[in-house]
């Protein structure tokens, strides 16, 4: 049976046609409405797709840099910029300084497409990478400032495979401590509602196995 990559995409990107291509290249795809970015391809990367003429519109009035500052919270975030066009209004250092800042400052990798397939090709592609060789999973986790260690605690234990924050929760209520959940036996895992045998012997390997 053939691999399938999984990618969410947010509800607002179904109209650009990209995820028909997407699709195509034998992708599953997941529809949700996303905080953060227009494509997900693993826990670590966040794809924000722009064309040009929005690129350059979300320079003059400044959205782009709260997108960027919320799309840099993912550890390996990049911007898909699509096409190319001329700058109209906005002048070469504007255009270039937002570039600057976009790599210097918010440290985000930028590429340049020719058109959605290309734009689908190149998200179907890194896609593929974090989830077969890199065996990364498809969740949204974002580096963010915690209001407490309870938090903290629960961002912890959501970054174990195939668990979510909801799981994160019911485990510390059961175990009461990180330390604890990763000296737990299987069978006391997979008491966990939603857990389940598969998933305790996943975070058992991860936990237990030796990887050099």
């Known amino acids: 049976m053939v691999e399938r990559p999984k ?3 947010d509800k607002r990107e179904l109209k650009s046609g990209i995820t028909n291509y997407l699709k195509n290249f034998g992708c599953e795809i997941e529809e949700e409405n996303l905080e ?4 997900i391809v693993s826990d670590r ?15 003059k009035d400044l959205r782009l840099f709260s997108q960027l500052r919320e799309l840099s919270k993912f550890e390996k975030p990049i911007l898909l910029i699509e096409g190319f066009e001329y700058f109209g209004n906005l002048n070469n250092n504007s255009f270039f300084g937002a570039l600057a800042s976009i790599i210097l400052d918010f440290k985000i990798a930028t590429i340049w497409t020719k058109n959605k397939i290309d734009s689908a090709n190149f998200i ?51 175990f009461k401590t990180p330390k604890k959940i990763f000296n737990a036996e299987k069978e006391e895992l997979i008491k966990i ?20």
Do not use: C, H, M, W
């Open 193 to 212: 509602k939603n857990l389940g045998e598969k998933k305790a012997q996943r975070i058992l390997d991860i936990l237990n196995t030796e990887s050099f």
């Open 7 to 9: 990618i969410k995409v």
């Open 36 to 39: 953060i970015a227009d494509y």
């Open 45 to 59: 990367v966040a794809i924000e797709r722009k064309t040009f003429a929005d690129f350059v519109s979300s320079i």
């Open 124 to 174: 179907y592609l890194v896609a593929k990478r974090e989830q077969f060789k890199e065996k990364r999973e498809v969740v949204v986790r974002v580096r963010k400032k915690f209001q407490n260690l309870r938090e903290e605690q629960e961002y912890l234990i959501a970054g174990l495979p195939s668990v979510n924050s909801v799981l994160a929760k019911r485990l510390l209520e059961k």
